[in-house]
């Protein structure tokens, strides 16, 4: 049984080296995200949480929209912050980490331990596309890169042998990830259990982008690196974000370059309207 089972491991893992250098060919894009400070030759990865919580009109917007569209919230969600990233970085190729349990065999099953791995989701995007239209493709490139996440990370990088930097990861910048908090079991009356968000004041990348659902509400967090972005800077991509949720809830059709994503503040610096 033993035999077989690694024999089945090593034709998902031929399989998987075959995906991945395919979809990770050719050179690997750094993504240009707008910088408040110079990055250091070597990250000291110190980092920060900013959350928002979502307003229940829009959450239920989102995870309606969702149901229309016959996606998940991850994708959803992940579609928005790529098209983010696209109107910050104007960049067409776009590759974003995102964490995948690799409980997948029936033998770690009653295993206790932290069985996570990392895919990498890379996405095309052009200025003309429709809201609706990304959300297909990065549906398809989610199922393709779950089915073939038999591959661990490290070993990924050392397969296809990516330019290595010690200021860069060497496939992606930035992170996704998506969780739907459970509701906390009763311990009875002398017990109360709350789930909070750990800040550990680390951010493993430059930017992440962590959206909770609880009870139907969503929130969004961003862990940043405060070698290279201030507070303020990700307060404002907590406004933009909030703008796109919305945006892409009252019409989906709409191109990605076409959905608002500009404060009040900005519409006032950027495009005063003339005194009377």
Same mark, same amino acid.
């Given at each position: 049984?033993?035999?077989?089972?690694?024999?089945?491991?090593?034709?998902?893992?031929?399989?998987?080296?075959?995906?991945?250098?395919?979809?990770?060919?050719? /050179?690997?894009? $750094?993504?240009? #995200?707008?910088?408040?400070?110079?990055?250091?030759?070597? %990250?000291? =990865?110190?980092?920060? !949480?900013?959350?928002?919580?979502?307003?229940?009109?829009?959450?239920?917007?989102?995870?309606?929209?969702?149901?229309?569209?016959?996606?998940?919230?991850?994708?959803?969600?992940?579609?928005?912050?790529?098209?983010?990233?696209?109107?910050?970085?104007?960049?067409?190729?776009?590759?974003?980490?995102?964490?995948?349990?690799?409980?997948?065999?029936?033998?770690?099953?009653?295993?206790?331990?932290?069985?996570?791995?990392?895919?990498?989701?890379?996405?095309?995007?052009?200025?003309?596309?429709?809201?609706?239209?990304?959300?297909?493709?990065?549906?398809?490139?989610?199922?393709?890169?779950?089915?073939?996440?038999?591959?661990?990370? /490290?070993?990924? $990088?050392?397969? #296809?042998?990516?330019?290595?930097?010690?200021?860069?990861? %060497?496939? =992606?910048?930035?992170? !996704?990830?998506?969780?739907?908090?459970?509701?906390?079991?009763?311990?009875?009356?002398?017990?109360?259990?709350?789930?909070?968000?750990?800040?550990?004041?680390?951010?493993?990348?430059?930017?992440?982008?962590?959206?909770?659902?609880?009870?139907?509400?969503?929130?969004?967090?961003?862990?940043?690196?405060?070698?290279?972005?201030?507070?303020?800077?990700?307060?404002?991509?907590?406004?933009?974000?909030?703008?796109?949720?919305?945006?892409?809830?009252?019409?989906?059709?709409?191109?990605?370059?076409?959905?608002?994503?500009?404060?009040?503040?900005?519409?006032?610096?950027?495009?005063?309207?003339?005194?009377?």
């Amino acid at each position: 049984a033993m035999d077989v089972y690694r024999y089945t491991l090593a034709i998902e893992n031929h399989q998987s080296t075959g995906h991945w250098t395919e979809k990770l060919s050719g /050179e690997i894009p $750094v993504l240009d #995200l707008p910088k408040d400070f110079q990055a250091p030759l070597q %990250p000291s =990865f110190k980092g920060a !949480f900013n959350v928002q919580l979502l307003d229940d009109k829009l959450s239920k917007g989102i995870l309606k929209l969702a149901s229309e569209l016959g996606t998940t919230p991850y994708v959803l969600l992940l579609s928005v912050y790529y098209v983010q990233l696209f109107r910050y970085t104007q960049q067409d190729d776009i590759l974003v980490g995102s964490p995948i349990s690799n409980r997948n065999q029936k033998a770690l099953e009653e295993l206790m331990g932290f069985f996570n791995d990392t895919v990498v989701l890379r996405v095309k995007l052009t200025s003309e596309m429709s809201f609706k239209e990304l959300v297909n493709q990065v549906r398809s490139v989610t199922l393709e890169a779950f089915e073939n996440n038999d591959m661990p990370f /490290e070993t990924l $990088v050392k397969t #296809l042998k990516p330019k290595r930097s010690l200021s860069t990861n %060497p496939f =992606f910048q930035v992170m !996704f990830l998506y969780d739907s908090v459970e509701n906390t079991p009763s311990f009875g009356t002398d017990l109360e259990v709350t789930s909070q968000t750990y800040a550990s004041k680390v951010s493993k990348f430059d930017l992440t982008l962590f959206m909770y659902e609880s009870n139907g509400t969503l929130t969004s967090s961003f862990e940043y690196a405060t070698d290279i972005f201030s507070e303020e800077t990700i307060d404002r991509m907590q406004q933009h974000l909030k703008l796109l949720l919305n945006g892409v809830v009252e019409n989906p059709e709409q191109s990605i370059s076409d959905v608002l994503m500009i404060t009040d503040e900005e519409q006032q610096l950027f495009f005063p309207k003339p005194d009377d």
